[in-house]
């Protein structure tokens, strides 16, 4: 199974990207609509890919989808544990931010989840009703969390589920940590996110 990807952009299509490793080996990947625009020809890229096998008549077909940060992947197989909802229609679905779609699972937002390639409101419905409760942790940060270091993003989520378990709210653990990262300070364990909240005056 293929799980990342890195090389040099060869070519941008509408629906992804063919990138050049190293060892002269050429991959096409899909990539959502959503970040098509964060790709051009001869850049050195690394994508966390999802390696997808269509089984046809008579044949096997083999797809990678690619995605920036670990935390739009994870997404995205939430995502497609919707019923009804494959790989390549998701990842065509992509039309805008993981954390702008998240948020309107959250907020039960049908309005936006239809103008989503391929989702109408009986299928809106459905993605709100299985990820309601489990899309939260992804609608945190906007752009500022997945343009943080890779690290600091898997500590950021852990110290989340921290402080639900301490019965904060998930609104009130969002903006603690939304707090955390306005301070500008950089951070290497859970220990440190929760030190400057409590002793940094930042909790109640």
Same mark, same amino acid.
């Given at each position: ?5 890195? &090389?040099?952009?060869? &070519? ?7 990138i050049q490793t190293p060892c002269g080996l050429v991959y096409f990947v899909a990539v959502s609509p959503a970040s098509q625009a964060s790709?051009?020809? &001869?850049?050195?890229?690394?994508? $966390?890919?999802?390696?997808?096998? @269509? %089984?046809?008549? #008579? ?13 739009e992947l994870e997404f995205f197989e939430l995502f497609i544990t919707v019923g009804g909802i494959g790989p390549k229609a998701a990842v ?10 998240? /948020? ?17 409101? @009986?299928?809106?419905? @459905? ?10 942790? $992804? ?11 890779? @690290? ?30 306005? #301070? &500008?300070?950089?951070? %290497? ?14 909790? /109640?």
């Amino acid at each position: 199974m293929i799980t990342r990807i890195a &090389g040099k952009i060869i &070519g941008v299509y509408d629906d992804g990207v063919e990138i050049q490793t190293p060892c002269g080996l050429v991959y096409f990947v899909a990539v959502s609509p959503a970040s098509q625009a964060s790709f051009s020809e &001869g850049d050195d890229v690394e994508l $966390f890919t999802y390696h997808y096998i @269509q %089984n046809e008549p #008579s044949k096997a077909v083999e797809f990678l989808i690619g995605f920036l940060t670990k935390v739009e992947l994870e997404f995205f197989e939430l995502f497609i544990t919707v019923g009804g909802i494959g790989p390549k229609a998701a990842v065509k679905s992509f039309s805008m931010p993981v954390w702008e779609i998240a /948020r309107a699972i959250c907020e039960g937002d049908i309005k936006t989840l239809t103008s989503m390639p391929g989702i109408g409101p @009986q299928k809106a419905r @459905q993605i709100i009703a299985r990820l309601q409760d489990k899309a939260a942790k $992804f609608a945190l940060f906007k752009g500022e969390y997945t343009e943080r270091p890779k @690290q600091e993003q898997d500590i950021f989520e852990e110290v989340f589920e921290v402080l639900l378990q301490l019965q904060y709210k998930k609104s009130e653990a969002k903006e603690l940590i939304k707090k955390v990262i306005s #301070s &500008g300070r950089q951070f %290497n364990s859970v220990e440190e996110v929760l030190e400057e909240i409590y002793k940094g005056g930042i909790a /109640r």
